[in-house]
């Protein structure tokens, strides 16, 4: 049985405050929310639905997750004021900003008075969230009573349902829940689960290797997931070709399918539960009950080209033996039987239609590797390695999925992005054959799904040379074990370092040890789950790592565990913004180009996510901006394209320089914007982009709101740019220390477009080494970073605070 609830109201997008909200006579200014709807969307968003369907669930739940808002006064109408302007406009013409702000009196006078430059209030922010729970059929009357008392209420008239539990079970439905069942089309709902999984899921789809290690190889979603083969694999077999987001064809199937398996091996084995007899399968020796091309030729038939290892008769010696076959023996060859014309078929009709691409879902495949390498030897078999057998990390859900998307047509949901959320799924197993099913803690491939949905849709960055090749992560540590064993390790280290930072984010919380201890106890237990499943969630990356981390702490309301920090780092950087300019401006030209770099690398050693950094600022408060450019690696430096740059410089400006910014305090304010400035002067549009929502001490776009308006308030350069629209603040819509430009922001997709941009500034080891060192973009970039790694710095060639300087132009 498939639940598909669907809960979407007002409330999903209200706000309420949760923590402290700062002194009191203080006032509070909130300014227009970009990312809610207008009202003729909040209203569409009200309607309720119930959605069951067959064999999971899956439950849309309005999650409170905390965010922190940085407080300042509305930009655009602190434009209208006299000068010296106080404020800035930092988005483009008729775009609102999206923060509540409040800001102390007068920020000329904080430097005296040593005041923080804004204040930090903690919002509860509601947010959507589907939950997909499995289920078998057995225990139906326990998954109506859930329902009933979780589910259900005074607003819910109709249920609908999908596959064969929504007639099978209809009238238990509508009499133990009192509603109507409305049944959806099953194929409709497979088609628009499996467009939804591949669409909003980038590590989906993979492939298996027998002999592999991991068996699993996750492939990149290419951008068009059109047309491919989706054969799904039920009690039989049905074969649809998908030609767009709503056209698609049945053109053929079987009715030899998982049922014909579960009953066939019922028979044999007297064995009753599919997964029991999966178990079975993957201890039995087939060849002990097929007959082999070397049993009937003596070894391989060099005509045809057959080796002597081919099936040539399932079950075939069954019939001329005298003695008994194990139920092993038997279920592997019935498993082998089934699973090779279910690949044949699907192969004949791929090539049939000219396709490459064929996934295969359904309950029969439960993540099984005797199953999933049947199928996938038996198309590269028949298809001479022109097909790809794809296998789906959630394809036993793909029929919930679209049944939550049927009922939520009216309002609109391919309109936002989605993205799994780490710490509430359960990830993939691997069946390993030394563990039976009572061994388990869940059978089948998983057995719970979290999807967050994101407020704003994300697509591809347009300056991408090869969308489709685009890879975001420079190391799989899938595949290596040796970094995955530092990694998993440094992250298991720096975990107490995080529980203490994140208690002490919260002073005001009776309850923030408690948390922050079931943190510890959640993402624990996830990275042992990596050790000895790397494959779980995708590709494993220092990136999902990071990622899972910041889910977790989400999960235990500690959305930014180093809010203070960075406020404190921010104040203490603006107060050297002046100082730093003036010494800059005070350099010859040449002088100055090599200054600002060293700036830029010098800020992005302020990373709290660094041991090797965090160490030397709890250790020696004195630190300061300074200090950290005499730890910078001399030149030449590790990675060194800085003569190429400064020769570029000596030619035309740059219409327009995207840059993602990394850190907050002396990082993006002695750092980046000096580099900005200096971009403008030389008649450079600019786009900052920051994160839309916290990770580590990574500077966020409200952050980056304020800071600019104190730095305009300063800065006549960066007051005149903010003013005519030519520095741009924008949000990347990600909430990682890493950067995936596959899945950015719409809005500043779009303005990347409009302005065309013709340079990339990616900065900070997260998002310039970790990820998109590879990346091969269609305009000029620029890749820095410092190395706050020992064991990185050592593996690349070079130590400690070494240099990554990579000035890259693409080929003509």
């Known amino acids: 049985m498939r639940l598909a609830e669907h809960i979407q109201n007002g409330g999903v997008w209200r706000e309420r405050q949760r923590e402290q909200r700062g002194q009191p006579g203080q006032e509070h200014h909130t300014a227009p929310r970009r990312d809610l709807p207008q009202p003729g969307e909040r209203q569409a968003l009200r309607h309720r639905h119930r959605r069951v369907a067959d064999q999971a669930g899956i439950l849309l739940h309005r999650t409170a997750q905390s965010c922190q808002s940085a407080l300042l006064r509305p930009l655009r109408q602190a434009l209208a004021r006299a000068p010296p302007p106080p404020a800035c406009s930092c988005l483009p013409p008729e775009s609102p900003t999206c923060v509540a702000i409040k800001t102390p009196t007068d920020f000329r006078d904080t430097e005296q008075d040593h005041e923080p430059p804004y204040e930090i209030s903690v919002q509860e922010e509601v947010t959507a969230r589907l939950h997909f729970v499995k289920f078998e059929n057995t225990y139906i009357e326990a998954c109506l009573d859930f329902i009933k008392d979780h589910l259900v209420n005074t607003e819910t008239k109709v249920i609908q349902a999908t596959g064969g539990g929504a007639y099978k079970f209809k009238d238990l439905i509508e009499e133990k829940l009192q509603l109507k069942v409305d049944k959806e089309d099953v194929m409709t709902c497979l088609i628009k ?158 090539r049939l239609h000219c396709l490459d691409r064929v996934y295969f879902g359904g309950f029969f495949i439960r993540g099984h590797p005797v199953t999933m390498r049947t199928i996938t030897y038996s198309i590269n078999f028949f298809s001479k390695g022109e097909v790809q057998a794809l296998f789906l990390r959630h394809e036993g859900y793909l029929g919930a999925i679209g049944a939550f998307l049927k009922g939520a047509e009216q309002d609109n949901p ?307 740019a903010l003013r005519e629209g030519r520095l741009l603040l924008m949000q990347t819509g990600s909430s990682s220390p890493c950067l995936d430009l596959s899945r950015l922001d719409k809005g500043l997709a779009v303005l990347v477009r409009e302005r065309g941009a013709d340079l990339v500034v990616i900065e900070g080891m997260g998002r310039a080494v970790h990820t998109n060192y590879h990346a091969a973009l269609r305009c000029e970039s620029l890749k820095l970073a410092v190395i706050k790694n020992s064991w990185l710095a050592e593996r690349l060639g070079g130590r400690l605070f070494s240099v990554i300087f990579k000035y890259e132009v693409p080929a003509e």
């Open 193 to 350: 689960g499996c467009n939804f999984v591949l669409k909003n899921i980038p590590h989906e789809a993979f492939v298996y290797q027998k002999g592999s290690n991991p068996e699993f190889r996750f492939q990149t979603n290419h951008p068009s997931v059109f047309p491919y083969l989706l054969v799904s694999i039920g009690s039989g077999v049905s074969i649809v070709k998908v030609e767009t987001e709503d056209r698609f064809e049945w053109i053929g199937g079987s009715s030899i399918g998982g049922g014909t398996f579960w009953g066939l091996g019922a028979l044999l084995t007297k064995t009753k539960k599919f997964d029991e007899l999966l178990h079975l399968a993957s201890r039995g020796q087939h060849t002990n009950v097929d007959m082999l091309v070397q049993d009937i030729y003596g070894g391989a038939h060099q005509t045809l080209g057959l080796s002597g290892n081919l099936i040539a008769s399932s079950f075939g010696k069954s019939a001329t033996a005298d003695t008994e076959f194990s139920k092993e023996d038997m279920a592997k060859s019935l498993l082998h039987m089934i699973s090779n014309d279910i690949g044949q078929l699907a192969c004949l009709y791929a």
């Open 414 to 720: 391919n309109q936002y992005s989605w993205e799994e959320n780490y710490a509430g799924s359960s990830g993939l197993m691997s069946s390993s054959p030394e563990l039976c099913p009572t061994q388990r803690p869940r059978s089948g491939t998983f057995d719970l799904l979290e999807m967050d949905r994101l407020e704003r849709p994300l697509v591809n960055l347009p300056l991408l040379l090869d969308p489709s090749s685009y890879v975001p992560d420079t190391v799989d540590l899938t595949d290596d074990a040796l970094a995955r064993k530092y990694w998993l390790t440094c992250f298991e280290e720096a975990l107490d370092g995080v529980v203490k930072r994140a208690v002490a984010s919260q002073p005001g919380s009776v309850d923030a040890a408690e948390r922050a201890e079931k943190f510890r106890q959640k993402y624990w237990n996830k990275l042992q789950t990596l050790r000895h499943q790397p494959f779980a969630y995708g590709t494993l990356t220092v990136r999902s790592l990071l990622d899972t981390r910041e889910h977790c702490l989400n999960e235990f309301n500690f959305p930014d565990p180093y809010s203070k920090v960075k406020q404190k780092d921010n104040g203490v950087a603006l107060k050297c913004f002046q100082r730093v300019i003036h010494s800059l401006d005070a350099l010859g030209w040449e002088e100055r180009q090599l200054a600002l770099v060293k700036g830029l690398l010098a800020g992005n050693v302020f990373d709290w996510g660094a041991k090797a950094v965090s160490d030397v600022l709890e250790s020696d408060p004195q630190f300061g901006f300074e200090e950290a450019k005499r730890k910078l690696q001399e030149r030449p430096w590790l990675v060194d394209s800085y003569s190429k740059w400064l020769q570029r410089l000596k030619g035309p400006p740059h219409k327009c320089a995207l840059i993602f910014a990394d850190n907050s305090g002396v990082d993006v304010i002695l750092g980046v914007f000096p580099f900005v400035r200096e971009l403008l002067s030389r008649g450079t549009e600019v786009i900052l982009a920051c994160n839309s929502g916290p990770a580590l001490n990574d500077v966020t776009y409200s952050e980056s709101l304020i800071v600019a308006e104190r730095i305009a308030a300063m800065d006549p350069v960066i007051r005149s």
